[in-house]
Structures are given as C-alpha cells and as structure tokens.
C-alpha cells in the first residue's frame, strides 16, 4: 500500500504553470516520450516547492547534473554529509558555503530515489532518460525542449498513475483471496454479522460489551497482507503511564461495533475485517490484533470521546 501513496503524493505536488520555449525542440514519437518527460517535470517541482528544500535557493546546475548523473540503482555515497554541511544538523540551517556540492547530491538522491520506486512496481523500461532529463530542467530552468502543456502532463500521469494503483489493488487482492480462505479454514476461527471473522487466540474470562458500550482495548492494526499501521503498543516506549485507548462502540468502525459484543474482557483475538466495515481506511481488508482490557457504560472509559 505504502506505494500507492508514494505516487498519489508525487503527482499531487505537479504545480501548474507554462514555461518559455527555445528554438530547438524534441518531438514526441511515442507516449513514454510525453510520459518521462511529464515525471520529470513533476520531479523537479516536487524539489523545488517542498518545505524545508530551499529549492529556490539551490544551484539549479548543480542539481541537475546529480539528478543526470545518478539516475540508476546505485545509492550516491557522502551525501549524508554534504546535505547536514548544507542544510545543518537540525536541517534549518541553510549554509551556502556548501551550496554547489549539496544542491549536486539533493539531485542525486531525488534520482536514486526516483529510479528505485519505478524499479519496484516494473516501470522503469518506459521512462526514457533523455525525455526525463528534459522535464527535470525545463521545469528547473523553464526552458522548454518539448511542447507539452502542463494540462497533457498532468493527464499522462494522471493515467500512468492510476494504471500503477490499480495493478497494485489486483495483486492486493489476489493475495486477500489466498488469505481470507486460510482465516476461513482455521478451527478457532468464526464468522459473525457484515463478514467480519474472529479468531480466539485467548477466550476473556469477563463479561462482553453491548452496543453504545465503552470499551478499553490495546491493538496492532496491519492490512490482510501484514503491512502495519498503528500500534497502540508503541505509547509503552515512552516510559510513562499512558493508559490504553478507550473507545464508545458508536464512535468505531463498523467491523469493531459488529465484533465487540462477541468479545470478552480479557481475552485477546484477532478480528478480521473486509473493507465494507472499515471505510474510512484505504481500501483493502485489515486485521486488528485486539487484548480486551475493559468495557463500560457510555463515558466511563471513553470520557475524552
């Protein structure tokens, strides 16, 4: 999943904008042409408008010619050193004593970067480099090699990164199948209202919520292939006493309220949960690792809600 909003991020930090023209101009001859050089652009801009960058105030040469120069799998080395020098410890500190050398390796890094996100969803045979370099530095420079509106840049990537994010949701998929029958099969395992399946891994020995309860439960929250997302666990590492979350079952998802009641306090499980139940997520099915701490009337634990 992680992925999917690695380039939803990247296409929504394309600015708009036309650029002036040279005389002499490439030609597109085919849609990797307008492709590579729409993700150039599109990569330029994304340095230049980023928080924190002062992208504005790095040398441009120098930036394109780390982006040209490591466009590959290979991690540029010393970089980590030139960018603390040029940006500082903290990263607010912007020294332009080392501008040249840290504006060269921010370039390679961006290509570094770049180059290995295409590698993992098996994009990177479409990008052609010569179309790419000449996005990056029109966007850059504005100086433009290819006429290409912004409006058909954004409507390449526009198709090229729905075509990643729904590849990705068909493998997602084919593994939730594989998984689901699994869950399915396992002897502990039961199915109660909307599709929602609970494993018993520990039976509670206490009593079980009913609807409108509160209830008070530490989680691990993962997606149906392992990918985890939250983990109420992790407040322990502070050192202090922060209790476990406490929730009123008509403030959760819909797979948590149909789950609930059919759990009891002390017990710890496994709920299994298609997307229908837990809509305001991303849209997969997920699995909560729960341990059922405690549950009470409306406001006795929840009392922040």
């Known amino acids: 999943m992680k992925k999917v909003f690695v380039f939803s991020l990247l296409f929504a930090l394309i600015a708009c904008g036309e650029s002036e023209e040279k005389t002499e101009k490439l030609s597109f001859e085919k849609y990797e042409h307008e492709l590579s050089f729409a993700l150039g652009s599109g990569e330029a801009k994304r340095i230049l408008e980023t928080p924190g960058f002062n992208g504005e105030q790095l040398n441009k040469e120098f930036l394109l010619k780390g982006f040209k120069g490591n466009f590959s799998e290979k991690e540029p080395m010393g970089c980590d050193v030139s960018l603390n020098n040029l940006y500082g410890p903290a990263g607010t500190d912007f020294n332009t004593e080392f501008l040249d050398e840290g504006s060269e390796c921010v370039g390679k890094i961006s290509a570094y970067g770049f180059y ?74 039961k199915e109660v209202e909307a599709g929602v399946w609970i494993e018993t ?23 149906l292939v392992g990918d985890t997302m939250e983990n ?23 797979g948590w309220r149909v789950a609930f009641p059919h759990l009891k306090k002390g017990g710890k499980y496994r709920l299994y949960l298609p997307y229908s139940t837990v809509s305001r997520l991303p849209e997969q099915s997920y699995i909560f690792y729960v341990e059922f701490i405690d549950f009470g009337p409306a406001n006795s634990l929840a009392k922040n809600m």
């Open 116 to 189: 290995r996100e295409f590698s993992q969803v098996d994009k990177i045979s479409q990008i052609d480099t010569t179309f790419l370099f000449a996005g990056f530095e029109n966007a850059l420079f504005g100086t433009d090699t290819v006429q290409l509106s912004e409006d058909d840049q954004n409507a390449v990537m526009r198709e090229f990164f729905e075509g990643i994010n729904a590849k990705i949701q068909q493998e997602i998929a084919a593994k939730e199948e594989i998984i689901w029958a699994d869950v399915k099969a396992k002897d502990n395992v």
């Open 201 to 223: 891994l520990k039976e509670g020995s206490g009593g079980s919520p009913q609807d409108g309860d509160d209830v008070q439960a530490d989680y691990i929250l993962t997606s």
């Open 232 to 254: 109420s666990f992790d407040r322990l590492k502070s050192g202090q006493n922060i209790p476990a979350p406490a929730f009123n079952l008509n403030m959760v998802f819909e």
